[in-house]
Structure formats: C-alpha cells, structure tokens
C-alpha cells in the first residue's frame, strides 16, 4: 500500500470521527520500504544456523511492563536500554536513566507523549510550539532538539530545521526510557542534555490483551481508540493499536485532530530466531496557534482565548516508521539483534506566525506570512552483537555494533517570507494568507551516517562493577540550494566515550559515580547553513555522582544525584573584534536531581521529583554585549513535580498532580523574563466491573494562565481549565 493510500485512509478516518479537513499529499511508498527491510532481514536470517540450542531473545528495546502502572517511583529493578544497550536495571546503571510505564501515564490522564515526559520525567521543561513540532524539551540546562534526542523504538529522530514531529499519542506507548545527561556514546552527537526513547506496544507471546477506550471533554474534545495483542499460534504474536483524537480547541479557530496506528507481527522461526515487522503511523493536525502578543510587556488575560492566524491556516504532519527486527541467539552466551527501518515525514506550514503589539496605535501587527514543506527520509539499520564471558573470573557482558543509515531532507518555503497585517487586539477579521508569492525549494540534503560502538559491563563482585562505552560516528553532509545550484559536502565526525563505577554496599543500596562525554550540532545537521559548514561539532563532558536506594521492604525507591556539564566550541564573537564569529564561547550547567516514590499503604501512593539547577554562560560574547555569567534563555532554575493518589473505597481512586516550572529568562542580557507557574491536575476512577473503568480528569484545576515558550514580545499560552471523561473497557 502506498502512502498516498495510508493518507487517504487517515483523512477518512478522520473526517468521519472528527471534522472535514482538505486532502493532503506524500510522496513515498512505505510498502516498498517495508518489503526491502523485510528482504534484508530475512537475508540475514537466512545466514543463521537453525541448529544452536538456546533461550529466545526479547526485543533490545522493550521494557515489559507490569500491570497497576510500574513500581513506586524510580522503579530502580526494571531492566532496561535507557541507560545503555546492555540491558542493566537502574540500579545496575552508573547514571541517571527513568523509565515512565504506559500504563501509569494512561492512569494519570496523560493522552500527549510530551506530556508525560514533562510530568513525569525529573527536571524536563517543555519548549514546545508548532514550529518545532510540538516537542522541544530541555534538560539539565541545554535546550531544543539539538541539545535533547529524541527516539522511537530506539530509532533515532534526527530533526530537519529544528522539527520533530512523532510520536504523539500515549496511547501506542508501552514505556518512556530516559537518560538524563550525555547520551552521544549511545545515540550519537545531540544528546548533551539527556536522550528520550518513546518506546511502542509490543505483541503478547503468552497473554491477552484487548482494550477500548472512548473520551470525551470540553472544548469539543472526543477520542476512540483500540488496542489487541496476543498470540495467534505457538509460532506468531501480533499487537494493534489505533487511536483517534479531535477538538474544538481552547482558542479561537483552534481545531485540531489526530491519528496514530501502531502495530506488529512477531514470527519465532525457530527457537533461535525471531522476526518482527512492525509499522508506526502518525497522522497529526494540531491548532494552529503560534502564541499571544505582550501588551506593553505583560500579558493581558483578555486576549488569552485569542489566535491572531489567519482563518486558512495550516499546521499537517503525517509520519511513519516501518521496521524489520532480527533476534538471534545461537548459544547462552551469545545474542545478535539487528534492525533494518525506514522513516518519512512529510511536514507542512502555512501561517502568519509573528505578533507585536504596537503601543503608539494600539493595534497588533501580524508578520512573517510562512508557508513551508518538509520532506524528510530516513533508511537505516543498527546491529549489535550481546557476549557474554568471564574475565579473571569475573562476570564480563561486552556489546559491539553498528548504525548505518541515509537520510534525506528537502524544504521548500516562500522565503523571504513576505506579507504583512495589521488587526486589533480584541475583535478583528482574521483573513487569510497572502501569497505564498514564490514557493520554492531552497534546501536538498543527502547525509550518509555511519557509526561503531561498544558496551561493556565488569562484574568485579557482588558489590563492584564497572561500566564503559565508546562510540564513533561519521556523518557525512552534502546539500544543495536548488535554486542557486550551490552547495557543499562537510564530514562532522566524533569520538565520544564514557566510563562508570557502581557499589553496592547492600542489596537494596547503590552508589554510582561516572564521566562522560558528547558532541552536539551547530543547529541540525540536516539543514546545516553555508555560513556554518566550516565549525566543528561543539564538545561537551559531564561529571556526575549519584546514590540509588529501595527501603521499607520494596515500598519505597529514592534517587539523587549531583551533575556538572560544560559545553566548549559555543559560537560567540571575538572580544578583541566583534564583527568576527568564533567558536570560543562556553557553556556550563551543575545541579542535584532527586526523585522519591512511597507506597503508603492504606491505598495512599505518592511520588515526587524535582531539580536544582545552576545554569550559566562561562564565556559568551555577543554583538549585543558580554553576557558571560547570564543565564541562557528558556533554562528553569527549579522544577518539580509531585503526584499523590488515594484509594479511598473499594474500586474508587482519586489523584492529583502537581507542575512547577521555575522562571526563565527569554534573552542572552537576562533582562526579560517569563514567570514561574504551578499547575494542578485532579482525577476521580472508578472500576465498577472487573473489565470497565470510568475517569473523570481535570486538567489545570485552578485555571492557571501561564506560557510555557515565547520571547520578548509574543509568549505560546497553556491551555487553561479542562475536562474529560473517559470509559475504558477490556476484554
């Protein structure tokens, strides 16, 4: 089946759940796609002897999940790739990695992936807008998606001009895993602050799984989703999910609608082998908001139900991964996986999306008419090979392998992005969009990516074990200006390694203390401009320390460590001439981190996490001035989060959520700045049968108006006060 044929079937889906939208267009045939990734896999299967006798090898990535929403807090026993490719439990793991469970984030009403990382996740803050995609995140003081990776099913998402757009939907997730700090041994250059892998529904070899659920809410909001997983014989399992969403919006012309399909056949040719082919599809139209102006400077709360685009604006992103996995186990000690995948993305803009308040007339006047296409492929495979031996005795896991793949990205626009308005701030016609006069496209990107790494874990005793990885990666760039002709070919190659020690004094108790380093892009490298072909990869290292503990028999798990981050080869302007760019500049962050989970018993459960963060330019000088010792803009100087749930009566349970988010500043001179705010979630469930489940959540309890990006004009609102009530059934 072609894309074409996924579009259209998405767009009918959709316009007969939610409301009649135009047409949209992709260019690429997923089948063709899927059949090489399945041929190349079958290849390599076909290599493996079928003689070896040996235990039958789970997914790499997947995390199993148990049912009543995970362990208490940190969940420090749940084996896992979060923290590195050797399959460690938190505690095992000499950094700071978490593992959100799906079924907790469906628990606590939490139906938007970023969501559930920011609320959940310690010490993340969330940055995201339409013109990112909608998912800029920020950890341990480094933002945007060139400083946080973002990944799906171990897949990495590289972002085309600062854009990422799947996953969305909670309800495909099985498991969140995240790495807090530098993660470029594992995934490459772009993880200085942390890495996050969105990790999907597996199929069920030896249970059952079949589910619905159907929501609605205010503003308009409606969902229906479905979910199956199972074995189908001795030798096939299978999972499907499917999940469609719609709303009015919480602002004016704020329509949105969703889809996302999930689903995979797992094969056991034999008890060596398993094949599993999966697809992941994403169909997503969210409002097309680009955030309120400032009046004077402050927010005025009249204006906070307002979008200022145009009534035809656009906001479409259509995306999917398909997947061929191998596992391979031809003795105990001995265990290859090798994955083969293919990624598109088809991205478009149109809107007016810069608002400034103009206090001489007293009017808004709206700029930058932007219409945009992404066109974005991925092809790839990682395959690595799991030894496990002794060394002088001791326990000894060693894990090598390789990541290949070829991506291409084209953007077309109607740059210089022309066009300007002028409305009033309280009541005026919204218009439509002028132009696009010349849409073109101005940028064709091919990059060949290969890298080589390796794991290894040593079990000196039952109280000592150290861990180290090391990683090589040589991306190479070519891009073109198809209008102009012009071009450039750069290699962006890196070394990055890491190297860790965990004690254990007693079972239940783990000191750990690591170094590590990583490299990050100068923007993305898939879009890299001509002015900046020339500098290197900025570097980054981390030293961190940390203890992991579980007390009250199980009940309870806590987590704090302490970081410092330095970042060098930053762009900043010579002090000597400030018309000359070098790469000179640095950037630091230090901070703790804790996290701490309670089973209270008496049905009461409460988790709670936060961070304390010292974020700061070292040496940054800019045109504008030396803002050396400032704090870098949209970096929060606390966070927490805290979640508290109570049994109360046989078959009832009330939650509540608290989100705090310290201030930030929105400039590199620290002079303006967007506030603090807390936010409060409430839910009431109730089980009136063994197999139907009915919650009434409340988003945002107390109404609070606060902005989570924006700059010195123009600030992205929250949604304010909201409800939804939901019926889940399985059987």
Do not use: C
């Not at 090598?400 to 022309?418: E, H, K, L, M, T």
């Amino acid at each position: 089946m072609s894309s074409h044929s996924t579009t259209r079937i998405s767009r009918h889906i959709l316009d007969f759940t939610f409301r009649p939208q135009a047409s949209t267009r992709h260019g690429t045939f997923l089948a063709s796609a899927a059949l090489l990734s399945l041929s190349s896999s079958l290849a390599f299967a076909q290599a493996v002897s079928d003689d070896t006798s040996a235990d039958m090898l789970l997914d790499p990535i997947t995390v199993t999940a148990e049912g009543g929403g995970g362990g208490v807090g940190p969940d420090l026993d749940r084996p896992s790739n979060a923290g590195s490719r050797l399959g460690l439990t938190a505690r095992e793991t000499p950094a700071s990695v978490e593992i959100i469970d799906g079924e907790t984030i469906r628990q606590r009403g939490q139906t938007d992936v970023n969501q559930a990382i920011v609320r959940n996740g310690i010490g993340i803050n969330f940055m995201g807008a339409p013109g990112n995609g909608g998912t800029s995140l920020g950890m341990r003081g480094f933002t945007g998606h060139g400083s946080v990776t973002r990944l799906y099913d171990g897949v990495k998402l590289y972002p085309g001009s600062g854009t990422i757009t799947f996953p969305f939907d909670t309800w495909t997730v099985d498991s969140i895993e995240i790495l807090r700090g530098p993660a470029s041994v594992l995934y490459g250059e772009g993880a200085i602050g942390g890495a996050i892998n969105v990790v999907p529904k597996k199929p069920l070899t030896d249970s059952r799984r079949n589910e619905m659920q159907a929501i609605i809410g205010t503003d308009g909001q409606k969902g229906l989703a479905l979910g199956s997983a199972g074995p189908i014989d001795e030798r096939f399992a299978y999972s499907f999910d499917i999940s469609g969403k719609g709303s009015d919006g919480w602002m004016d012309r704020g329509d949105a609608s969703s889809l996302a399909v999930s689903g995979a056949l797992r094969w056991q040719a034999s008890d060596e082998l398993a094949l599993t082919f999966s697809h992941d599809h994403g169909y997503n139209e969210p409002s097309a908001y680009f955030g309120t102006p400032l009046i004077d400077g402050r927010l005025d709360e009249r204006l906070r139900h307002k979008n200022y685009n145009v009534a035809d604006s656009l906001v479409r992103f259509h995306d999917h991964l398909t997947q061929i996995k191998a596992e391979w186990t031809p003795s105990d000690n001995l265990s290859i996986n090798s994955t083969t995948y293919y990624l598109s993305s088809d991205r478009d803009w149109r809107n007016v999306e810069s608002y400034l308040y103009r206090p001489e007339t007293g009017d808004i006047r709206r700029s930058s008419y932007i219409a945009i296409n992404h066109l974005h492929e991925q092809v790839g495979n990682r395959t690595d090979a799991t030894f496990e031996s002794r060394f002088a005795g001791m326990e000894n896991r060693t894990v090598v392998g390789f990541d290949v793949n070829r991506i291409r990205f084209r953007n077309a626009n109607n740059s210089p992005y022309p066009g300007e308005s002028v409305v009033d701030p309280i009541d005026f016609d919204p218009g439509f969009f002028i132009g696009p006069d010349q849409f073109r496209s101005t940028l064709d990107s091919t990059t060949l990516q290969y890298s080589l790494f390796a794991d290894n874990r040593l079990k000196i005793n039952d109280q000592w074990s150290v861990v180290a990885g090391l990683r090589y990666d040589d991306p190479r760039l070519e891009r073109t200006n198809p209008q102009t002709g012009t071009g450039f070919t750069r290699n962006l190659d890196s070394l990055n390694w890491r190297v860790g020690a965990v004690y254990t004094p007693v079972p239940d108790l783990a000191f750990f203390a690591q170094y590590s380093q990583a490299s990050e892009p100068i923007g993305s490298i898939l879009s890299l401009s001509d002015a900046q072909r020339d500098y290197v990869l900025p570097r980054g290292e981390q030293y961190e320390a940390g203890v992991k503990y579980s007390f009250l028999g199980g009940r309870a798990d806590a987590t704090l460590s302490a970081f410092h981050i330095r970042k060098k080869n930053v762009l900043a302007r010579d002090p000597d001439d400030r018309t000359i760019v070098r790469q000179i500049g640095e950037q630091s962050s230090q901070g703790i981190e804790a996290a701490l989970g309670f089973d209270l018993g008496h049905g009461w459960r409460v988790e709670a996490n936060g961070t304390i963060l010292d974020a700061r330019f070292d040496d940054y000088i800019q045109a504008g001035g030396d803002f050396s010792g400032n704090t870098p803009p949209n970096v929060p100087q606390e966070a927490a989060n805290l979640f508290v749930s109570w049994a109360f009566a046989e078959n009832w349970l009330v939650h509540g959520g608290l989100h705090y988010v310290g201030k930030v500043y929105t400039d590199d001179a620290n002079t303006k700045t967007r506030p603090s705010y807390a936010v409060v979630n409430a839910g009431l469930q109730w089980q009136p049968t063994e197999t139907a489940t009915i919650d009434l959540n409340v988003y945002n309890l107390f109404d609070e108006v606060y902005a989570t990006s924006g700059g010195a004009t123009q600030w992205y609102l929250a949604p304010p006060r909201s409800a939804t009530l939901s019926v889940r059934l399985t059987f």
